[in-house]
């Protein structure tokens, strides 16, 4: 069975994560949301909301489960038998970043291949560091989450 990883912070997901991984759903088996503790990021919400987020946003994929991990994702690969990582790029920037983090990621487990997938243009825009900001300011942000997604957010900010 091909099983991928896709990693990240998720700090709230977003409708250009879950772009990457409808697409990512229909060339794999399986998809691992991995949900990552990432302290050093000083997330806005806690790793338990944030795999709430993640599941509520991919309940209607069948073949896509959320983890949260907190180690090196090769050893969570070892973990869920999953050879594959998928990454989103949404321009240059992303590339430089990813393409290093592959290569390290590579270097520690060389069976390990990472893919990279690039968001529709509809939302290409879309960052999680962008949905904070608007937050932050108490700005809209129903369009770039999930209904479900949205709903959370907004009963933690109560």
Do not use: C
């Not at 399986?30 to 338990?48: C, W």
Request: hydrophobic share 40%; glycine share 4%.
């Amino acid at each position: 069975m091909k099983s991928a990883i896709y990693p990240g912070t998720f700090d709230p997901i977003t409708n250009g994560h879950l772009d990457i991984i409808k697409r990512a759903s229909k060339m794999f088996e399986k998809i691992y949301v991995a949900v990552a503790l990432s302290p050093s990021k000083k997330p806005m919400f806690e790793l338990s909301t944030r795999i709430d987020m993640a599941r509520e946003a991919t309940k209607d994929l069948d073949n896509v489960e959320v983890v949260g991990f907190d180690k090196l994702l090769v050893d969570l690969s070892n973990e869920l038998d999953a050879n594959i990582i998928v990454r989103g790029l949404r321009a240059v920037s992303d590339f430089e970043y990813e393409l290093q983090m592959g290569y390290a990621n590579a270097s520690l487990k060389p069976d390990l291949e990472t893919i990279y997938l690039m968001p529709n243009l509809n939302h290409a825009f879309v960052s999680s560091s962008v949905v904070r900001s608007i937050l932050a300011y108490d700005g809209k942000i129903e369009h770039l989450v999930h209904p479900n997604v949205h709903k959370l957010i907004m009963e933690q900010r109560r």
